[in-house]
């Protein structure tokens, strides 16, 4: 059995973490699965939407820690930077990828979320960086993108102490973007999801750019990128036919 599934549903294409007997624990092998799902869908035409999802009780518990233990320095870097790989899949993936979280959202798996353009928790999801209770730092970029989705304050008291969280705390500081009950996740997620995939592909594209790298430049160098998609999208056919049915209204 595959430990990573894609289950198609134009517009939307769901990629799911598929170890349910282990909270959907992650291995090299699950890396290695989304990083060639993220990958194939960035150019499906099909595709307007990527939804990241676990499979059973939890999203995914984070790094299977019975694996971790059996690691050298070496394997720990291998393995880490196969987890570098999939952050930068969901963040070069040319479709919006949302993030589905329930039940447990933890370590690398969390770490992996935060690097989602949207995330939605389950009310009774529990959410954090524990990686410190077994005397590791964050993987996954989860010291790189926890503080710019929270600030530092708040993400070296996540990281530092290894706390858990409910949804609602993760609601309060930005962790998570929406918070939904957990009997109806999958089809507000899914509700999400369709809203997404009516707007106009390129322009969604474009506001996932300036968002992206943003974080990377000068605030000069950030206006002017953002100008130069601003400029690109009135060549777009459909920008113009959005501007034809407001202008009729």
Request: aromatic share 8%; charged share 25%; hydrophobic share 45%.
């Amino acid at each position: 059995m595959s430990e990573v599934t894609l289950r198609m549903e134009p517009p939307l294409a769901w990629v799911l973490l598929n170890r349910p007997e282990k909270h959907n624990a992650l291995t090299p092998s699950m890396a290695d699965g989304l990083v060639e799902f993220l990958g194939r869908l960035s150019t499906d035409s099909d595709v307007r939407v990527v939804m990241l999802a676990g499979e059973g009780r939890s999203f995914c518990a984070g790094a299977d820690v019975s694996r971790l233990a059996q690691f050298k320095p070496a394997d720990a870097v291998r393995f880490h930077r196969k987890l570098n790989i999939v952050c930068w899949a969901i963040r070069s993936c040319m479709k919006p990828v949302v993030a589905v979280l329930h039940g447990y959202a933890l370590g690398g798996g969390l770490e992996i979320a935060e690097w989602a353009d949207i995330r939605i928790a389950a009310d009774n999801a529990k959410i954090g960086q524990p990686e410190v209770n077994i005397g590791l730092n964050g993987g996954a970029g989860g010291t790189i993108m926890l503080p710019r989705l929270v600030g530092r304050g708040v993400a070296s008291y996540l990281a530092m102490t290894g706390e858990i969280v409910d949804a609602q705390y993760a609601l309060s500081v930005g962790l998570v973007d929406l918070v939904v009950d957990a009997c109806s996740l999958m089809d507000k997620a899914r509700e999400l999801g369709l809203k997404l995939a009516s707007k106009p592909p390129e322009a969604l594209w474009a506001i996932k750019q300036a968002l992206s790298r943003f974080d990377e430049m000068s605030s000069w160098a950030g206006l002017e990128y953002e100008a130069s998609l601003f400029g690109h999208l009135f060549s777009e056919e459909e920008t113009r036919r959005r501007f034809d049915e407001f202008l009729k209204r």
